[in-house]
Nanobody, 124 residues
Framework: VQLQASGGGLVQAGGSLRLSCAAS????????MAWFRQAPGKEREFVAG????????YYKDSVKGRFTISRDNPENTMYLQMNSLKPEDTAVYYC??????????????????WGHGTLVTVSS
């Protein structure tokens, strides 16, 4: 499956952005999906994940209550709604897909497919 992330940009602290991840070339609904991010000089980290549907979502503690992950299976698209953004949210955001849908996956090595990333910059 091929993944294309979009929606990044420059926003002031307290603002909002919505990222999209469009999938093609596979059966989107059969994959677990997630967002990761990588800030300059730091390792890639898990942000949010979603299994079959919006019922099965999970988040990094620091984004709980601010970010919402969702998916539209008929449209082969995943989203990340980011509200109350902070400067520490600045990073390149990547979407990822995993064939294993039986567990909650939060490590990058557990994901099989990756998009190229979209840059989110939050100014103070």
């Amino acid at each position: 499956v091929q993944l294309q992330a979009s929606g990044g940009g420059l926003v002031q602290a307290g603002g909002s952005l919505r990222l999209s991840c469009a999938a093609s070339g596979g059966s989107f609904s059969s994959y677990a999906m997630a967002w990761f991010r990588q800030a300059p000089g730091k390792e890639r980290e898990f942000v949010a994940g979603i299994r079959f549907s919006d019922v099965y979502t999970y988040y990094k503690d620091s984004v709980k209550g601010r970010f919402t992950i969702s998916r539209d299976n008929p449209e082969n698209t995943m989203y990340l709604q980011m509200n109350s953004l902070k400067p520490e949210d600045t990073a390149v955001y990547y979407c990822a897909a995993a064939r294993d849908v039986s567990r909650y996956l939060s490590h990058s090595y557990e994901y099989d497919y990756w998009g190229h990333g979209t840059l989110v910059t939050v100014s103070s």
